[in-house]
């Protein structure tokens, strides 16, 4: 005789006789002519009393378990939105029977837990095949949330979380779903980080640096050419301020190029574990550095540290904000956004780790809203997810500007407009 899912993983099962169990709910029904009624249930060790003139082959019984913590693991293949790449979730649900009595009934004929089984691949299955593969490729810590997390229709349309769908689901079959952990496998050819596509990434990552670099440039030669009526020693310092600046950005252009070619060298031996932007980002300390020495220019201040020391220099008092934020160009967006990104995520400097996660997550959404009608709306839809799973455990420690900032960049229609 074959058993169904419920019955194999011991979670009901018909059971011979309607004795007492002093471990189960007894669920009984009726015999009926060909079909059968419900007849009530059994707290564990309650005998069972027949009616008047009934013998006991009158009744149906079914064993519930009463364990607090079941569990069932399962796993699904599935082929990603393009059709040439697959990956494999695997699921650990963990859960009980709520009501005895819904479950018996779904019994008569049908076998709950495998569907479950099905309600959840299907479900999950549909939010992870539209994921970026970058996001599938390097699998994260909160992998699983961001899919439980994700919002989808439901039978009659309604807007809910993926947790929330299954959870009523289960519920219509008498389970109590505790948890689902998912994770995801993938073959050694689909784990490899094609070289393309992380030469890609460096390339936005290098262009938003370069076009900053550019921008201070313009501003220093507008500010020497307004100091030209000034005293000729005070000229002779600016210039000499100045060149020490353009060295400083000659040097961070030479690490830029030295972080494209290394991350290109590495991925070709075969490691995938090298991400640009965690290069660049340890650049971050000069960048800086070079920051700090324009606004002393911009200020007409004479304290400034050498660029090139192993020390971070000191900003004045007076002078709060980064140099490159004040002398962005308002017909430049993409330049003011990326600006504004690095100088918001400062308050993350304590954090490193999370300050490169939400950053390149950043310039990777900023990077696709800036290619217009050419961008893909599925990737701008991943990268948005990613951000805000990687930005919710720390939106207590970000102040009330950086909130409001980080919420444009999430509302798309509003990161359109702004890149217009």
Not at 63 to 77: D, G, P, T, V, Y
Not at 96 to 121: F, H, I, W
Not at 200 to 213: E, F, N, P, R
Not at 319 to 332: T, W
Request: charged share 25%; aromatic share 6%.
């Amino acid at each position: 005789m074959a058993f169904t899912l419920t019955e194999e993983r011991r979670v009901a099962w018909k059971i011979q006789g309607i004795g007492p169990d002093p471990a189960h709910t007894l669920v009984v029904f009726k015999k009926v002519g060909t079909g059968k009624i419900l007849h009530g249930d059994l707290k564990p060790g309650e005998p069972f009393k027949p009616g008047w003139f009934k013998s006991a082959d009158s009744y149906v019984a079914y064993a519930i378990s009463n364990s607090e913590n079941l569990r069932h693991s399962f796993s699904q293949k599935y082929q990603w939105v393009d059709q040439t790449k697959t990956f494999t979730l695997h699921f650990d649900l963990s859960f009980r029977v709520s009501e005895p009595k819904v479950l018996a009934v779904n019994m008569e004929g049908g076998d709950p837990l495998k569907n479950l089984e099905e309600e959840v691949a299907r479900v999950l299955g549909v939010t992870a095949r539209y994921l970026p593969w970058e996001v599938l490729q390097r699998e994260s810590s909160n992998f699983g949330f961001l899919l439980l997390g994700a919002e989808s229709a439901g039978e009659f349309g309604q807007v809910k979380r993926n947790l929330d769908h299954i959870r009523e689901f289960a519920s219509k079959h008498g389970l109590d779903l505790r948890h689902i952990d998912v994770t995801r496998s993938l073959t050694e050819k689909d784990l490899k980080i094609p070289i393309a596509e992380n030469e890609v990434a460096t390339q936005i990552g290098l262009a938003a640096l370069q076009s900053q670099l550019v921008m201070a440039q313009g501003h220093l030669k507008y500010q020497q050419e307004t100091l030209q009526d000034q005293h000729q020693w005070d000229r002779t310092l600016i210039t000499a301020q100045r060149n020490q600046v353009l060295e400083g950005m000659a040097r961070l252009k030479g690490v830029l190029d030295t972080v494209a070619k290394e991350s290109s060298r590495a991925i070709t031996q075969g490691v995938s574990n090298l991400h640009s932007f965690g290069a660049i980002n340890e650049a971050l300390p000069e960048i800086l550095r070079i920051q700090s020495t324009l606004m002393a220019l911009w200020s007409g201040t004479n304290s400034v540290t050498a660029l090139g020391t192993s020390e971070a220099p000191v900003l004045p008092a007076s002078q709060n904000g980064p140099l490159l934020a004040e002398v962005r160009r308002p017909s430049d967006p993409l330049e003011r956004l990326v600006t504004q990104a690095f100088q918001h995520l400062r308050i993350l400097d304590g954090n490193p780790a999370d300050k490169r996660r939400i950053l390149g997550a950043l310039l990777h959404l900023v990077a696709e809203a800036a290619l217009g009608h050419e961008g893909d709306e599925e990737y701008l839809e991943g990268y948005r997810e990613t951000l805000k799973q990687q930005l919710y455990p720390l939106e207590s420690a970000l102040e009330e500007e950086q909130r409001d900032f980080l919420r444009k960049i999430t509302d798309l229609e509003n990161l359109r407009q702004e890149l217009a």
